[in-house]
């Protein structure tokens, strides 16, 4: 099972450079594993070696050789975490999840295999990075190979999305419906702009796997207590609305931008005369109001009436305060096209 894991995941090139692998892994306690290893004594006591003459082909070699041995270890006692029945899970396996030992009040008698814990964590280990927070997962092999691909081509990785192509400001980046909804915009977008016919031919086949594929978000944001892990219900009915329809698409991408550009002279105008701080707690509330939105319009297909007043009052206020006017007709835009 062990090396299924490996092999599954590509574990060690991913833990490397996957952002959302790199947060869930125990670095302290490797490390610490790591120095009480004969190899990392070995490798130390090499380096002080030819600290004291000149190094040559030799060393290089043994110091090569001892840095993969050293490697390997320490994946052997990641892997052996990941797959520790013991602790139950871990949010490796999904964010959001705590070990035994550290919530034995939350846990009601579950047993997981050492199977099970390997796969779960697969799911994270092969999920794409949106940006350093956000993961997207699933079960759908021809979904995941041609977002990987696209990936690939586009970003120069197979499993992360960069936030800039997206158009998602710094303040955005801890709102996951907030990101994969522009995701989906930036999908469709793409789609229209793109001549190629291999690539269009990619790119229609993810936005029709999205309909109908079970799709898991890994959340994890700066603050762990934030970390969940989000299962999406089919998205036929929000792609065929509003993401197919053109003309509530583009209601959408209107909508969208007014917000962007409408922030964007905010954050100016109060860094020039120094509330910058106090502005970015109301764009948190508004992004939180904003989220709630794009939570209700995904996954029901309708606009979230409560949180579109939130919104309003803050961006009244902030219109106010810093003389920044926003015409509110692309909100009407997306609100009138609630009903089926």
């Not at 280990?125 to 696209?150: H, T």
Request: with cysteine.
């Amino acid at each position: 099972m062990v090396e299924w894991f490996l092999r599954e995941v590509n574990f060690w090139e991913n833990l490397r450079v996957h952002p959302l692998i790199r947060k869930t892994v125990d670095w302290g306690n490797t490390r610490k594993n790591c120095r009480r290893l004969n190899i990392y004594k070995k490798f130390q006591e090499k380096i002080l070696e030819i600290l004291s003459r000149q190094i040559n082909i030799e060393d290089v070699i043994e110091i090569k050789n001892l840095l993969s041995d050293l490697k390997d270890k320490t994946m052997d006692y990641i892997v052996r975490q990941v797959g520790n029945t013991s602790q139950g899970l871990r949010h490796i396996h999904a964010p959001g999840s705590v070990a035994k030992k550290e919530g034995r009040n939350l846990y009601f008698g579950e047993e997981f295999t050492q199977e099970t814990l390997y796969k779960l964590a697969s799911r994270l280990c092969n999920s794409i990075a949106l940006g350093d927070n956000i993961g997207i997962y699933s079960e759908d092999k021809d979904f995941m190979r041609e977002l990987k691909q696209l990936a690939s081509i586009d970003f120069g990785y197979p499993f992360k999305i960069e936030l800039e192509e997206l158009n998602i400001a710094s303040y955005e980046t801890e709102h996951p419906y907030i990101v994969f909804l522009k995701f989906i915009l930036w999908l469709r977008e793409r789609f229209e702009a793109e001549e190629d016919s291999g690539k269009k031919d990619s790119l229609l086949l993810i936005l029709d796997r999205l309909k109908s594929s079970s799709i898991s978000l890994f959340f994890m944001p700066t603050k762990k207590e934030k970390w969940r892990t989000i299962s999406l219900p089919r998205l036929d009915l929000f792609i065929n609305k509003w993401i197919q329809h053109e003309e509530r698409r583009k209601g959408i991408r209107t909508f969208i931008d007014n917000i962007d550009n409408f922030l964007e002279v905010v954050l100016k105008e109060s860094k020039r005369i120094k509330e910058y701080r106090k502005v970015r707690n109301l764009i948190d509330l508004l992004m939180d109001n904003y989220d709630t939105f794009c939570h209700e319009l995904i996954e029901h297909g309708v606009p979230d009436f409560h949180a579109v007043r939130g919104m309003m009052d803050i961006i009244l206020d902030l219109s106010t305060r810093y003389n920044v006017k926003l015409h509110f007709k692309p909100l009407m835009i997306v609100t009138e096209h609630w009903i089926f």
